[in-house]
């Protein structure tokens, strides 16, 4: 173990008590400085850890300092940029247990903090830590103010997943923890947070993995097919069937099968799938007996499943078959850390998928083609979509700005991102901190029907970003939208309806949705439920 090593574990356990430490499971959390982006993108993803400011120490933020170094890495170096002020902003304990203050101390160097400008001071509290402060200096560089951990990941393995957050951190240490067990694994977690990823890293860490990997989407396949696409047909078991047809759990044998979306599994296809699990035995529609398979499952879900089971939609015993293990995926929102790596790794892939990578040289250019600001305020968003929504709003950016000296956000990522209100330097207090914009959060009763709709609308109907926008819960939102008497629910449609609109929508699910003013999941049941392909 290296000096440094030693000496920042030594701090950990003297500041185990101090304000800002924030012990996370064997980890002590401190405040740092993570490199959002920079003009030179190898250093995207680079931290100082602010230690001192546990022991009651200022820090100071500069061209010159502090060093910033890649977790696991010795070399460590000032952020270095030119146009940053060798006069340094001061980061300092404020008066709270667990603040911060940010103060200009006469630096020249532009700064804004989750786009507020910082004329003189700038209080930070603890929530504001915990989630992540944007800081955006000289209109060049971004950086994360958030807590950190000062020792790192050590050795642990990537398993191909991207970031360096605590939250991925004990990711990698659960997928390691349980990826050479023989135990089934359910993966939780919001829409978009890679639990496919995770799924595939799983069985690419353990003893199956020169083995067969199949994923499946449950909600991609049709009741009345479920059980033969699961595990197969013998000849002659249903109209078309001239032959006999293998199923997932036949062709992943001796390896791993994912079923994503578990929660929509046909109801009569739950006992089937408990069987597989429970005796490793499963029965083609149409057999005459059973096959034994050696199958690992790993399932995933962003449904309330246990929700489900008090509705009856969901059977108790395959949910606790299921749940061998559990590893909750975390949000984006949760991993703010991990952004800069995130956007670089997209930004890379679709400008070579363009013939653009050039455009990745930033640092010979005096305009960078990416403008700083716009990085900063994709960073403050919390992305309901999670990485998925963060890769797409990757491409857009990237096709937009094809052929342009400089991106621009589109009306579309505008939309999704919703106004900005800039503070003047004019508008803004001469002293004292300045108030930053809050989520907010509302109880459900407090949200009526027309202003629901109205929002359905503008999101198109889908469910996530509704929910976001009107700052309730998901449940929550289902939940109004099943009690009120003026939205019709996707249950409530017939089959000539849902024909009609996959002709006009050209088959698209987000067209059709849309214009039949419903939830593009509660869609898929429906057409499930009558059959419609």
Same mark, same amino acid.
């Given at each position: 173990m290296s000096q440094d090593t030693e000496d920042l574990r030594r701090l950990q356990s003297e500041t185990r008590t101090a304000s800002f430490g924030r012990a996370t499971s064997d980890l002590l959390l401190v405040p740092g400085l993570t490199v959002?982006? /920079?003009?030179?993108?190898?250093?995207?993803?680079?931290? +100082? +850890?602010?230690?001192?400011? +546990?022991?009651?120490?200022d820090a100071a933020l500069s061209r010159v300092g502090p060093a910033f170094a890649a977790p696991g890495q010795a070399v460590a170096r000032p952020l270095g940029d030119v146009y940053l002020s060798r006069t340094p902003l001061r980061l300092a304990p404020g008066e709270r247990p667990g603040s911060l203050r940010l103060l200009r101390d006469g630096s020249r160097t532009p700064l804004a903090a989750d786009g507020v400008p910082v004329e003189a001071e700038r209080a930070i509290s603890p929530e504001e830590l915990e989630r992540g402060v944007v800081l955006l200096l000289a209109e060049?560089?971004?950086l994360l103010l958030s807590l950190i951990d000062p020792v790192g990941p050590g050795t642990l393995p990537r398993f191909g997943l991207v970031g360096e957050s605590p939250a991925l951190v004990r990711l990698r240490q659960e997928i390691r923890r349980v990826a050479d067990l023989d135990v089934p694994v359910l993966l939780r977690g919001e829409t978009g947070t890679g639990k496919e990823l995770v799924a595939s890293a799983l069985h690419e860490a353990g003893s199956r993995r020169t083995r067969p990997y199949l994923a499946v989407n449950m909600a991609a396949i049709p009741p009345a097919l479920a059980a033969a696409e699961l595990f197969g047909a013998a000849r002659g078991a249903f109209t078309g069937a001239d032959r006999p047809r293998a199923g997932y759990f036949t062709r992943a044998q001796g390896g791993t099968l994912f079923l994503d979306e578990i929660g929509e599994t046909p109801p009569e296809v739950q006992p089937l799938l408990l069987r597989a699990l429970e005796s490793r035995e499963i029965q083609p529609v149409g057999g005459e007996r059973p096959l034994t398979v050696d199958v690992r499952l790993v399932a995933a879900t962003d449904a309330d499943l246990e929700a489900a089971v008090a509705d009856g939609r969901f059977r108790a015993?395959?949910? /606790? $078959?299921?749940?061998?293990?559990?590893?909750?995926?975390?949000?984006? $929102? +949760?991993r703010r850390e991990d952004f800069g790596r995130l956007f670089v790794h997209f930004l890379t892939r679709e400008l070579e998928a363009t013939g653009e990578a050039g455009r990745l040289d930033l640092a010979a250019q005096d305009r960078p083609w990416i403008p700083a600001a716009l990085v900063a305020r994709l960073a403050a968003f919390d992305w309901p979509g999670n990485v998925r929504q963060l890769r797409n709003a990757v491409r857009q950016l990237v096709i937009a700005g094809r052929g342009a000296a400089e991106v621009e956000l589109g009306p579309q990522l505008e939309r999704l991102l919703g106004p900005t209100t800039p503070v003047s330097a004019a508008t803004a207090p001469p002293s004292g901190p300045l108030p930053r914009p809050r989520k907010t959060y509302r109880r459900p009763e407090d949200v009526g029907d027309d202003e629901m709709l109205a929002v359905l609308q503008e999101n198109r109907w889908r469910l996530q970003p509704t929910a976001a926008r009107l700052g309730i819960s998901r449940t929550a939102l289902y939940q109004k939208i099943e009690k009120s008497p003026h939205i019709r629910k996707a249950a409530d449609l017939d089959r000539d309806e849902i024909e009609q609109a996959f002709q006009a929508a050209s088959g698209?699910?987000?067209?059709?949705?849309?214009?039949l003013a419903v939830s593009k999941r509660g869609l898929q049941r429906q057409m499930k439920r009558l059959g419609v392909p």
């Open positions: 959002l982006y /920079h003009t030179d993108l190898r250093r995207v993803g680079e931290r +100082a +850890a602010l230690s001192g400011l +546990a022991a009651g120490q060049r560089i971004v015993p395959l949910l /606790h $078959r299921l749940s061998g293990y559990e590893i909750l995926v975390p949000p984006l $929102r +949760a698209d699910l987000d067209g059709m949705a849309e214009r």
